[in-house]
C-alpha cells in the first residue's frame, strides 16, 4: 500500500502564500506522476498541477504563473508553492500519486486532503 500525506493548507489573506507539501511512503517501487487536484463543493475535481518523474509540469490555466509544482524525487514529495492567492483559490487540496508498488503493481493512491481559505 501507497500512503500520502499532506501538509500546510491554511487560512491566508488574498495576495498572500502558502506552500504544500505531499509526501508518499509505503510499498513503493517507483513514482510516476504526482499532482495536486482541488475539488470545491459540488464541483468535479479538477487538477491543478502535475509532475512526471522527470520534472515536465502541467499547470491549470487558472493558476498559471502563480503556483509552481515541484518535486524532491529522493524524499517521494512533491510541493506546491502558491502565491497570489485569491478568493477563489479556497477549497480542498488533494495530492496524486501513480506509480508501481514493490510487488510489481500499479498503484493510484489519493491523500486525505488539505483545506486552503483565502480570505481577509
Known amino acids: 500500500q501507497v500512503q500520502l500525506v499532506e501538509s500546510g493548507g491554511g487560512l491566508v489573506q488574498p495576495g498572500g502564500s502558502l506552500r504544500l507539501s505531499c509526501a508518499a511512503s509505503g510499498s513503493i517501487f517507483s513514482i510516476n506522476d504526482m499532482g495536486w487536484y482541488r475539488q470545491a463543493p459540488r464541483k468535479q475535481r479538477e487538477l491543478v498541477a502535475a509532475?512526471?518523474?522527470?520534472?515536465?509540469?502541467n499547470y491549470a490555466d487558472s493558476v498559471k504563473g502563480r503556483f509552481t509544482i515541484s518535486r524532491d524525487n529522493a524524499k517521494n514529495t512533491i510541493y506546491l508553492q502558491m502565491n497570489s492567492l485569491k478568493p477563489e483559490d479556497t477549497t480542498v487540496y488533494y495530492c496524486?500519486?501513480?506509480?508501481?508498488?514493490?510487488?510489481?503493481?500499479?498503484?493510484?493512491?489519493w491523500g486525505q486532503g488539505t483545506q486552503v481559505t483565502v480570505s481577509s
Open positions: 509532475i512526471t518523474s522527470g520534472g515536465m509540469t
Open positions: 496524486l500519486a501513480t506509480g508501481i508498488t514493490i510487488d510489481q503493481r500499479d498503484f493510484i493512491s
